[in-house]
T-cell receptor, first 108, second 113 residues
Framework: AQRVTQPEKLLSVFKGAPVELKCNYS??????LFWYVQYSRQRLQLLLR??SRESIKGFTADLNKGETSFHLKKPFAQEEDSAMYYC??????????FGKGTRLSVIA | EAGVAQSPRYKIIEKRQSVAFWCNPI?????LYWYQQILGQGPKLLIQ????????DSQLPKDRFSAERLKGVDSTLKIQPAKLEDSAVYLC???????????FGQGTRLTVV
């Protein structure tokens, strides 16, 4: 069965500090991994996907199949990065499976 | 383009009552999802439609939950009768197909008292 694990419920960092939001998954095939973000009072939206291998708002994530991880990283956190972040997995015709989310709080 | 529209935004009902939620997906999106998000947890899929057909409803509590998308556009999700544990945010999302980005609505926050 597919499973996405985000071990941290809350992550607090100071502005300008590096950020790493952890995500581990369990799936035997070749999954697609995503990061979704929900800012305060806004709807859930896609931040980035591993296929595109792009940097969005300074965030990057690399799929590590050996460690079954897809950690989200940003070298210098900004206050506007404070939000809920969800890691999600999709494979074949199965729908998105979400982790429980990590709340990132960037302290000025 | 207009986003996914959901109504109502909030609903408070007593247990054993019925409730219905409505979703209007982005125009042209064939795939529609209903997710349940309980406080402190990630969204959990309830049902996935491809046009007006059900693709996956394995996690839908069919004894009390039902959903339809009769014309392949709008969708309704119904709970009858509601239980206290149904208190959650119900999210609707749509995408061009099951392999493309899903766009989410604002959600309906249901409180069962």
């Amino acid at each position: 069965a597919q499973r996405v694990t985000q071990p941290e419920k809350l992550l607090s960092v100071f502005k300008g500090a590096p950020v790493e939001l952890k995500c581990n998954y369990s799936y035997s095939g070749s999954p697609e991994l995503f990061w979704y973000v929900q800012y305060s009072r806004q709807r859930l939206q896609l931040l980035l996907r591993h296929i595109s291998r792009e940097s969005i708002k300074g965030f990057t994530a690399d799929l590590n199949k050996g460690e079954t991880s897809f950690h989200l990283k940003k070298p210098f956190a900004q206050e506007e990065d404070s939000a809920m972040y969800y890691c999600a997995l999709h494979s074949g015709n199965t729908p998105l499976v979400f982790g429980k989310g990590t709340r990132l709080s960037v302290i000025a | 383009e207009a986003g996914v529209a959901q109504s109502p935004r909030y609903k408070i009902i007593e247990k054993r009552q019925s409730v219905a939620f409505w979703c209007n997906p982005i125009s042209g999106h064939a795939t529609l999802y209903w997710y349940q998000q309980i406080l402190g947890q990630g969204p959990k899929l309830l049902i996935q439609f491809q046009n007006n057909g059900v693709v996956d409803d394995s996690q839908l509590p069919k004894d009390r939950f039902s959903a339809e998308r009769l014309k392949g556009v709008d969708s309704t999700l119904k709970i009858q009768p509601a239980k206290l544990e149904d208190s959650a945010v119900y999210l609707c999302a749509s995408s061009w197909d099951s392999h493309t980005e899903a766009f989410f609505g604002q959600g309906t926050r249901l409180t069962v008292v």
